[in-house]
Each structure stands twice: as structure tokens, then as C-alpha cells.
């Protein structure tokens, strides 16, 4: 009867970070003890990248903008799922071009990147030329289920894409519970002013 | 056009902590600049009981139940706001017996807390009375705008009473906005098992 179905990635120590790298790890210490303090308490140290997490332009562009008063509306509404499990190693143009995607849509790639929860150094991720086709058709937002939205593109350039045509990006999603059709998301970051990146729980709305 | 209510705390460096203790106060260090990394990140350090939050009965409960498998349908439900704001330091079973609480409600107390964004030392909080009169109602969960549910308790009364009847805690609220009324509540923690508190971003549906 769960009417959710999450697409947000389990936070823990041994999860998965972009490029196994140690320090995207979250680090969990104990800070107080029911026997020295009285009650028990966690302290939590996380790269803002780690998990599933909104980018924003600020990550990957001198003095871009960042989450300050970031507009909850923009991602709490519908989604489509693009099944795009066929596609190996890179989302072209020729693989959205028969998805019908219309301007304004915002896109969740789910790709077999969320069939493992062990990190592929060759994650399926978005080409240049499919981010360029996007932008033409005037999508509103891009997620997928990769840490990140491209790999092998030493100028960044299909975040530099989303990013310069306003284009939100979700990254960190785990998608394999969906099928390719319309959703309704509910997603909500943590409220941090000035960031590069807010880590994020989303979920879809079962019908 | 706004039809959320962010009853979310901001976290910022110079945020309010409880008891202003500097332990408390999230911080936020450069993981990678564009210069040095191609890419600009941060890391954000802290305590779960920080800002707005979920309580899990392992904060006061040796071996109390925690996190993990948290259902997310609890807090995404129908709330009742309770204007307790003419509330001089404690909230009394008195406070509430003319509130219409029924079995089952969520209730959120809207206190004169929301009025500041500076820890008062003497928040208004819930009393071990109210705390027992409102287990005695049934209710499955109360949130409260300070970012403690309790004080001056040495043996915890309230948080025990509540989480002993599984009565779901959120501390952090900020409920200036809200009306002393019914709202749909959307709210997503952050997804890690095993902890004590989740950091929590809530939003009230305004109709």
C-alpha cells in the first residue's frame, strides 16, 4: 500500500560516491552518549555531491548562481521517466529523439546505472549532443540515476549546457522501481542558502 | 502564488543551536574549487538534532528504535496548527483540553518560539502533563518550533512519554506563517538508517 516509490539513494558509510573517493564518503561520529550527555546524538560530515543532490550553477560555473531561495515549485510537479535501459555507455541525441519531449517537461533518465549500487567508472551518462538537443527542446530539469550527469568531458560541457540554459540538474537518482511514464515528484532539499549543491529527498507518487 | 509554507528551519553557519552551544552550528568547508578541482564543491559537517529534525526514540532510549525503515506516510499527512502563542513558558495540560485534539491528529504548536530567530534559553516547551494528556489522547505525532520538545526535565519526562506511545517527535519547526487550522504537511528527512534524528524539510500546503 506504499503509495511512494523513493528514488533517493540510501545515505551510509559504505554507499556509493562518485569515483569511490574517500573523501565523498559520509562520515557519521558519535557526539554525545545517553551515559556522558544524557541522550545520544549523531553528527553527520557529507560532501554536498555525495547522494542523491540538486547541482546548481555555482558547482561548475565562476560565480554562478546557488540554492539561495531556491524555488521548492520547480521540482515538486510532474516528471517523465525516459526508460533508456537499452543505451550503453552514452545517452545520444538519437536515443531522445523519439521520447517526446516537449518544452517544459522535466526528464528523469533512468538508465542501468540503477540496477548496481556499486560505483561504475563507465556509468551510462548525458552526451553533449543529447544535452544540446535538450536544451533546444526547452526542458525545465534533468535527472539521473548517475552521481553525475556526464563523465569524460574534461570542459564540462554538458553541465555548462543544462546549466547556462537554466536547465535544473538532479543527480544521484535510483530509478529502478519506475516505469517509463508520467509521475508526480515530491522532492525536498535541505533549506542551505549558497550552495553549490543540496542533497535531496525525492520521491514519485504511485497511482 | 506560493502554495507552500516553508516551516523549515534556514541552516547557516550563524543559525540558532540549542543553547547556543558552538558544537551545534553546522559548518561548511571547500571540498574542490574550480581552480584547483574544475569544480566547486562543499562539505557540510552536523549534529542531527540540528535545525528542523525527526527525533527517533534512540536519542533518550538505550537501544530505542532508530531511522532505519522510517515511513515516510507518518509526517506526509494532515496536520493540525495549535496557536499556543498567548503561552507563557510551559505548555499545560489546560493549554490543550479546548484544542479539539483528536486520536490520530498530528499536532504541530505553534509557540511565541516562531517569533525569533535567536535561542531564548527559556523556550516554550512541552510539559511532562501535556505530554501525558496527549498519550492518553492518542496521538500519532507533535511537532514544535523549538529545537527542543523539553527542557529543564533531567530525566526527560516528555521525550520518554511520547516515544514510549511511539508518538513521533519533530523539533525546529518555524510556524509563524501557519494559522491555527488544518493543513496538508509535506516533509522528507534526509534517507539514513540507524540514526537518532533525521534533519527534516517540511512544507505546509496553503489552500
Known amino acids: ?83 533508456l535501459t537499452s543505451v550503453k555507455e552514452v545517452i545520444t541525441q538519437q536515443d531522445l529523439v523519439n521520447k517526446n519531449i516537449e518544452q517544459g517537461d522535466f526528464l528523469l533518465l533512468k538508465t542501468t546505472n540503477s540496477q548496481s549500487e556499486l560505483f561504475d567508472f563507465n556509468f551510462v551518462y548525458l552526451s553533449e549532443s543529447a544535452a544540446a538537443y535538450l536544451v533546444k527542446k526547452g526542458i525545465a530539469g534533468v535527472g539521473i540515476d548517475a552521481l553525475g550527469i556526464e563523465r569524460l568531458q574534461p570542459d564540462h560541457q554538458t553541465h555548462h549546457l543544462l546549466m547556462h540554459a537554466s536547465i535544473l540538474i538532479i543527480e544521484g537518482l535510483r530509478l529502478k522501481d519506475t516505469l517509463e511514464k508520467t509521475y508526480t515528484m515530491i522532492a525536498l532539499p535541505l533549506s542551505i542558502p549558497g550552495m553549490d549543491a543540496l542533497p535531496l529527498r525525492a520521491v514519485l507518487i504511485h497511482e
Open 1 to 83: 500500500m506504499n503509495k511512494f516509490i523513493d528514488i533517493s539513494m540510501l545515505i551510509t558509510p559504505s554507499m556509493m560516491v562518485y569515483k569511490n573517493k574517500e573523501e565523498k564518503k559520509p562520515m557519521f561520529s558519535v557526539a554525545n552518549t545517553l551515559n556522558k550527555n544524557g541522550s545520544y546524538e549523531t553528527t553527520l560530515t557529507m560532501n554536498l555531491h555525495t547522494g542523491t543532490h540538486l547541482d546548481f550553477p555555482l558547482h561548475m560555473i565562476e560565480k554562478g548562481s546557488n540554492s539561495t531561495n531556491f524555488n521548492l515549485h520547480l521540482i515538486n510537479r510532474q516528471v517523465k521517466v525516459l526508460d
